[in-house]
């Protein structure tokens, strides 16, 4: 028989009080636990080194007694036992999809997926799409490589499944891809925020044209903070003539948050299909709402595939105040902050490329920039180059107001140094743009 918190729907789940979404959680993580368990190597094994009886436990008063995963332990399985490691709960003969993750921070993690696990993160894009107000009506063009990373792949399958009309653009160049969009005449594109800026210089550089009167009006980002960088995302909107909707989500974990129409700025977790906790980077230490911590993700749906309480290395503001939206799942405030391998101490400062991000470019005349971290033994510095709008006469006026913000937000003394258009490198997928020498 089907609990009764599991019996109601997402929707209803997503608009109702903590107390029946906590309920739902906890009917959800036993089931998700009862249906691996003792099939699912990776997580048997955890639970007996940590000498837990499963059925002892009481969610979500007992979560915090099973013990955190990272992706080092996923990294060192897969390195124990190639290629997929221990944590699978069906034999691979019941797998269907293969991705990886992008490998931005390392090794790149291999993920397969069973139809039923596909689905489900399907359902999750669906959540996505409702809050951005993307439907079966709408044409949805993806600027993307369809490489083996996730991506945007279940935002596809998605809009297929939804009845939307879905432009596929892996291999081409983004003069191609803009030409489609004068051709199809898409409403939505979904990219990274580094890609939809990219169109934007193409357009305007080769093509001698402005995208905000284009026939997109939402543009879908991921993949990157930028979305939810208030300075990026003013430029992307202005820039597209659109609405931005930020969304996040991580190969290994799913596509876990999304921004609603109604409150930019903020991400909803969906809880329907997650259980999300706030820790202290490094440790157990449970982080109240308001406060800096680490992302930690349940997946309750991914049975072949889960992971349980996952230390993500996003860093994070939660709230669990109602959104004017009508949904009671919590948010994150002002997105993804960071990430805990992304953060460089320079001269007793913590510096996240996000808080670089954020001054630049806040600076229209800033086309592309690039950080460079250079170490000298003990000691840090950084360094900012940019490529300055090429109708500006004097861009060491740019450089030394770039380097006057970035002291103000900082209290660093950062060098910034222009050169010519074209010479920083481009990316249409994730970039990179902090360098550590």
Known sequence: MIAPSIARGPLEIERSSRKVIATHQADRLTELIRSFLNR????????????????????PDDLQKLPLTTKAELIDDQSSSPPWGTGLSEPVSS??????TSSTTGNPLRWIDTPESWRWMLGC????YKAARVSASDRILFPFSFGPFLGFWTAFDAGVRMGAFCIPTGGMTSESRLALIETLEPTVICCTPTYALRLLDVASENRNRHLDSCSVRTVIVAGEPGGSIPSTRRRIESGWGARVIDHHGLTEVGPLSYECWEAPGFLHLNETEFIVEILKPGTDQIVPDGQQGELIV?????????VIRYRTGDIVVRTREK??????????????????????????VNVFPTAIESVVRSFQEVVEFQTTVIARKAMRSLSVTIEVDGSIKEPSTVEHEVERKLHEALGLSISVTSVELGTLPRFDMKARRFIVE
């Not at 699912?40 to 969610?59: D, E, P, V």
């Not at 349940?298 to 889960?306: D, K, M």
């Not at 959104?323 to 391998?341: I, K, N, P, Q, Y």
């Open 298 to 306: 349940t997946n309750l749906g991914r049975t072949a595939s889960p």
């Open 323 to 348: 959104c004017s939206c009508g949904r009671t799942t919590a948010r994150l405030v002002g997105g993804v902050l960071a990430r805990t391998d992304d953060m460089i101490n320079v001269k007793g």
């Open 40 to 59: 699912n190597q990776f997580y048997s094994k955890k639970f007996r080194r940590a000498r837990l009886s499963i059925n002892g436990l009481a969610f």
């Open 125 to 128: 894009w669906d959540a996505v």
């Open 95 to 100: 797998f269907s999809r293969y991705n990886q």
